[in-house]
């Protein structure tokens, strides 16, 4: 488990590497990065969403793993109130604070989590990012656009939030794989040639988003380095280590403790931008934290096996 992990994030540094280069030398412009960003979660991120539900998910797997939605609706509950504390301890007032515990609450399952459960676990990696995925969504949508949200303007809930291209993927690909609907040869040709460009370009974009970003000016942030600490080490080595006392199947343990030691999620400063004025200061979080999640996921995953 820990060689796989670790080997894993060597190759998303190299291409996390190679995304910040081609920046440096002006391959991919800042100006690209939106349209990149739209194409991976948009397009790339909900096939390799759908093609998890579809080929590999069925309903009795999923009526015999309903503690996944326990344990990510635990996950995010526990999250919450300990970067809360964490806040609270750090003396950040106000829209800082929440957007302390927005970024340091919703991590980056897509260009990171689900690649990297379903490298770690194929059979079953898809089956829990889906369902942790609903979870995560319904969460991000509600929750989530509360702590992004300036307090001097109303936090607006609308349907529409929930009807995003993820969560579709889940949904069509679990009716038709529960319908036995079988697609084309052609069909899952195409599938599979998209889904196998989501992981790099993701993580291609992520290096740009890296080197454009000022990441430097969150260096200076006491809190950034105690959040790190705590939702990406210390707080998933400890669920990990009480999981692994139950009855759980050790997959369920590691992929729980890993998905909640995950970097922060890339939209999330994007949603805070929109929502409040702390778009600067999230954006600088999102990026350290992912250089962060090269070292701490793998650290993760052997002291929890240690």
Request: charged content about 10%; overall charge positive; cysteine-free.
């Amino acid at each position: 488990m820990q060689s796989i992990v670790i080997q894993q994030m060597i190759l998303f540094f190299v291409i996390f590497m190679t995304g910040l280069l081609s920046a440096k030398r002006g391959i991919i412009a800042r100006e690209g990065l939106p349209h990149i960003a739209k194409t991976v979660t948009k397009i790339l991120m909900p096939v390799w969403i759908f093609s998890a539900a579809y080929f590999n998910i069925d309903w009795p797997m999923i009526r015999d793993n309903v503690i996944i939605f326990v344990l990510s609706a635990a996950a995010y509950l526990i999250l919450s109130v300990v970067m809360k504390l964490v806040g609270t301890v750090m003396g950040l007032k106000s829209d800082r604070q929440k957007a302390f515990r927005f970024a340091f609450t919703f991590g980056n399952l897509g260009m990171i989590g689900i690649p990297l459960m379903l490298y770690l676990y194929p059979k079953t990696g898809g089956l829990f990012m889906a369902l942790f995925s609903i979870v995560d969504q319904i969460l991000f949508w509600t929750y989530g656009l509360w702590l992004a949200t300036d307090s001097e303007k109303k936090t607006s809930f609308s349907i529409k939030n929930f009807i995003n291209p993820n969560i579709l993927a889940i949904f069509v690909g679990l009716t038709l794989a529960g319908l036995g609907v079988k697609l084309p040869d052609i069909a899952g040709n195409i599938i599979n040639s998209l889904k196998n460009g989501f992981p790099a370009l993701g993580m291609l974009y992520l290096g740009a988003l890296f080197f454009y970003s000022g990441w430097r000016e969150a260096l200076t942030h006491k809190e950034l380095y105690v959040g790190i600490a705590v939702k990406m080490i210390l707080l998933p080595v400890a669920v990990g280590k009480l999981l692994l006392l139950t009855s759980l199947p050790e997959w369920i343990v590691y992929a729980t403790a890993l998905t909640i030691a995950l970097p922060t999620m890339t939209v999330v400063p994007m949603i805070a931008s929109l929502y409040g004025k702390e778009g600067a200061y999230t954006s600088g979080v999102t990026v350290v934290t992912l250089l962060a999640g090269i070292f701490t996921l793998p650290l993760v995953a052997i002291l929890i096996g240690g």
